[in-house]
């Protein structure tokens, strides 16, 4: 089945034989859960659409259901899995091994888990990074743990060398969790091991802080950023108010997409201007951010705004751009580009300011996960294991429509979801913010 130009058909190793073994209780408890390849969720709900496609004879586009299957494809006896965890650490991390392992080992009867240390790293010979042995005792209590237990890494890694390591180590399943660049990885190594005839399944979960992954309506460890950060934005609030004409800047997370920003300013409503990378802002000029930002002190003596990090980036065109391990430019600093900028044209109009200056990005992604983001990730991790076992592969698992789908790799490696400048979000911030358009034109 086709959506646009991909295909949401999840490719699988071969025919399922094998029953599953998590039945459960004399009566079948589990049973009731089973889930069959062809529940399919519609990606696209409204009506009128869905009326227009039923009129030309078309089908609806839909994602593979989320779940266990009644059969499975490898036998959990002789099957060995592989854990990693990539890129920028996440609230939640933790919470997704600990899932995979618990499935695993109570679910399926899995007792061979290995996990690699440092991620793409871990399977490379020359960095010699342990491979440890995952158990439930050694998961059991590392939801309090921010970070991974695995650790991390930036960077690509020869994709022949994760391959062997995987065939010489006889690995079943691979479960990748990381963002873009780890989910791209994951497609070339599913690739390669197709290539080669390896029966390997390659499974990805979803990782991103700033809830940007293509057909991927919800990330784990984006409700924590946005509880953490609203706490940020009251610290703000409070310092603003307490000195005359005082400004709070808060730089939140966001380098292509600004989700925790815009969903912060609507759960703690003291911010008066958000920015974020979807919307162009001016500076100068009669509408831009510094008159507006004027005009508020001189209307309530205090002002807040939070800046997502990839905002204003046009006010450093002509730099050089330096690139992380990823390849990925480095984005320039807009939080203290802003806090500078404010502070001069205050100064040059001689009206002294207050400017508090707040980035607790770093804090917020070493941070364990909230109760909502633990029990997201729980269901993630789960059903991971569950398309693990049934061998699919080349696939994630994610949340659509208010279920836990199948999505296959190529659908999102490379995209990115934004927030829509005209969009309920965006429009509702505006409302929240009174901040109106920052453009001069």
């Known amino acids: 089945m086709h959506y646009g130009d991909f295909d949401t058909t999840i ?30 969720i519609i990606i696209d709900v409204k009506l009128n659409d869905l009326i227009t496609l039923a009129e030309k004879g078309k089908d609806f586009p839909s994602f593979e259901l989320a779940g266990p299957r009644k059969k499975i494809y490898f036998d959990p006896s002789k099957l060995r899995c592989a854990l990693v965890t990539c890129g920028g650490l996440c609230p939640g991390l933790n ?29 490379i010979p020359k960095y010699g990074h342990d491979v440890i042995e995952l158990q439930p005792e050694n998961v059991g209590s590392i939801l309090e743990m921010g970070g991974s237990i695995l650790g991390s890494s930036r960077g690509p890694q ?8 995987l065939e010489r180590m006889n690995v079943g399943i691979l479960f990748m969790i990381g963002g873009d660049g780890t989910l791209m ?14 029966k390997i399944s390659v499974i990805g979960i979803p990782k991103t802080i700033d809830n940007d992954i293509y057909l991927v309506s919800r990330s784990f460890g984006f409700e924590t950023a946005v509880d953490v950060a609203t706490k940020s934005i009251q610290g703000a609030h409070n310092e603003a108010e307490a000195y ?49 930002l004027a005009e508020r002190l001189k209307l309530r003596s205090h002002a807040v705004i939070v800046v997502a990090e990839g905002a204003g980036q046009k006010y450093f065109e002509g730099q ?31 009206m002294e300011v207050s ?39 080349k696939l994630l698992v994610g949340r659509w429509n208010n279920h836990f789908i199948l999505l296959p790799m190529s659908a999102s490696a490379g995209k990115r979801k934004q927030v829509n400048p005209k969009g309920k979000l965006w429009l509702s911030v505006l409302g929240a913010t009174g901040q109106g358009s920052l453009k001069n034109d």
């Open 95 to 123: 919470d997704i091994i600990r899932a995979i392992v618990l499935e695993l080992f109570y679910g399926y009867g899995v007792k061979n888990i290995l996990g690699f240390k440092y991620g793409l790293q871990g399977f």
């Open 185 to 198: 990885a994951a497609t070339k190594i599913a690739d390669a091991v197709t290539a080669m005839g390896l």
């Open 320 to 350: 050089d751009d330096d690139r992380d391990e990823s390849g990925n430019i480095r984005l320039k600093d807009i939080g203290v580009f802003l806090k500078n900028k404010i502070g001069s044209y205050f100064m040059s109009k001689d």
């Open 158 to 165: 020869s994709i022949d060398e994760i391959v062997d390591t």
């Open 244 to 292: 005359p004409n005082g400004i709070g800047l808060i730089k939140l997370m966001g380098r292509h997409s600004g989700f925790i920003a815009a969903t912060a300013a609507l759960a703690q409503q003291d911010v008066n201007f958000v920015l974020i990378p979807e919307v162009d802002f001016d500076l100068e000029g009669p509408k831009g951010l510094f008159s507006a």
């Open 11 to 40: 490719p699988i190793l071969g025919k399922a034989k094998i029953p599953s073994p998590i039945q459960g209780g004399e009566k079948g408890a589990f049973s009731r859960s089973f889930v069959n390849d062809s529940e399919r």
């Open 355 to 393: 400017i508090k200056y707040i980035d607790p990005s770093y804090t917020i992604r070493s941070l364990p996960a909230n109760a909502n983001d633990r029990v997201f990730c729980s269901f993630l991790g789960r059903d991971a294991v569950h398309a693990g076992m049934a061998g699919k592969t």
